[in-house]
Structure formats: structure tokens, C-alpha cells
């Protein structure tokens, strides 16, 4: 024999429902758990603070005894007379210095010899390559210009290798090198302007050393008049190890 069931006391009929309210029960209990905070109390203490009120004191405004204004100025009155001129005063005629055509031209031949020529002591530097007359190196006297040039430079290279001497710094240092070392023989025959170029200042100096040793000399002469002359040497320095 079969129970019968009623179906208005079916309990399983509504159970999805009561599951999703149930659900959304516990997702609303746990939003409100997470979004719960609590703040720290502080002991704040209230106080009253009291001012008193600032009193100013009124500085009363005092007059300054000012001086009074300085009077105005008198008025002085101009009185004018006429006086009649006594004295006859000449007057003062200007003549113009300008040159018109009525006025003649004297004419006037100048001759060559009433010219004078001032002549100016220049300053003049000529290189030893171009000068006319090359300066006179002691013992050259008396050659031919081309012999005379060859004679100077011959006894300049031999000036050089007589009164060489290797600095013993430099040897130290192994400084060695080319240095070229321009002087100027002025219009009196002397050795002047001594100046030297490099690697080394230690070389330097003694090159121009040697060249400030150089005897004096008779001057080179441009157009027949004494001039300063530039001439340039170098000077080799070169050792070898042992």
C-alpha cells in the first residue's frame, strides 16, 4: 500500500530560493565585517585660553614750531636813461682774403736743386737671404759677395761645433732634438735678438748660449746704408748610447 504525499507540505520545493537568500545574507553579513572600521580615541583636552585685551596708548600729535615763510623779494624798479653817444666809435671793415679772378697769378719755376730731400734714419730689418751686402764675419774680409756669404755661414757652423756643449741635465733626461735659433746682427755689427725654438727649454738655452758668443761683426749694408740682418741657424742635438 502506497503513502500518499501531499504536495502543499513538499519541503525540497522551494529550497533554491531559500538558498539564494540565504546566500545574499551571508555576502551582505560579510561587505558589512570587511567595511567596518574603528578609529583610535585621542584625549583631547579642551582649554580656554584667555586674552586681555592690548591697550594703546594715544600719542597725541604736537605741533613743530615751524620758522615762517621768508618774506618775499623787494621788487626793485629799473629806471632807464637815455644818455646821447659823446664818442664816434669807428667801425671795423673786414677784408675777405679769398682769391678772384682779377687777381693775377704770379707764376714761379721751381728748380730741381731748391728741392730738399730729408733723409729719414728707418728702422729696416732685411733678411740674409735678399740683403744686398751680407754682414762680414772676422776673416772674411775682402771676397766676393757670393764668397763672402759662403764665408759667413762656413764660420757660423764653426763657431757652433767650437763652443757646442751637451747640457748633462738633458743627457740625464735623454732630451735630444733639433733647435733653430734666429739672431739679428744690428747696424753696428752686434748680436741682438736672440730667440730659439725646441723640444726643450734646457736646449734652448744653450743654443742661444752659442749664438750670443758670436764676435761682432762688420753690418750688412742695403742700397749702401747699414741695416739690421736676420739670420737663422739650427743646431742639432743628438747623442748615442753607449
Not at 37 to 60: A, G, H, Q, W
Request: charged letters at 30%; one cysteine or more.
Amino acid at each position: 500500500m502506497e503513502a500518499k504525499k501531499n504536495p502543499n507540505l513538499e519541503i525540497g520545493r522551494n529550497s533554491g530560493i531559500y538558498f539564494a537568500i540565504g546566500l545574499n545574507l551571508m555576502l551582505l553579513l560579510s561587505w558589512q565585517a570587511l567595511e567596518y572600521r574603528t578609529y583610535e580615541k585621542d584625549n583631547v583636552v579642551l582649554d580656554l585660553v584667555e586674552m586681555d585685551s592690548e591697550f594703546e596708548e594715544e600719542i597725541p600729535i604736537m605741533n613743530a614750531n615751524t620758522p615762517p615763510p621768508p618774506p618775499p623779494p623787494a621788487v626793485v624798479q629799473e629806471s632807464i636813461q637815455i644818455v646821447e653817444d659823446v664818442e664816434e666809435i669807428e667801425e671795423t671793415v673786414i677784408e675777405s682774403t679769398e682769391i678772384g679772378q682779377d687777381d693775377a697769378v704770379e707764376e714761379r719755376i721751381v728748380e730741381v736743386s731748391d728741392v730738399e730731400v730729408e733723409e729719414i734714419d728707418e728702422d729696416v730689418q732685411v733678411a740674409f737671404a735678399v740683403i744686398e751686402d751680407v754682414p762680414v764675419f772676422p776673416g772674411c774680409e775682402g771676397l766676393s759677395k757670393q764668397a763672402t756669404k759662403d764665408c759667413f755661414q762656413k764660420k757660423v757652423q764653426e763657431h757652433v761645433a767650437s763652443n757646442f756643449n751637451y747640457p748633462q741635465t738633458a743627457l740625464d733626461l735623454g732630451i735630444q732634438g733639433r733647435v733653430s735659433v734666429i739672431f739679428v746682427i744690428d747696424k753696428n755689427g752686434h748680436i741682438t735678438g736672440v730667440r730659439s725654438r725646441g723640444p726643450d727649454q734646457i736646449l734652448q738655452k744653450e743654443a742661444e748660449r752659442i749664438i750670443s758668443k758670436l764676435p761682432k761683426m762688420k753690418p750688412g749694408k742695403q742700397r749702401g746704408r747699414p741695416v739690421k740682418v736676420a739670420y737663422a741657424v739650427p743646431i742639432f742635438f743628438k747623442f748615442q748610447d753607449g
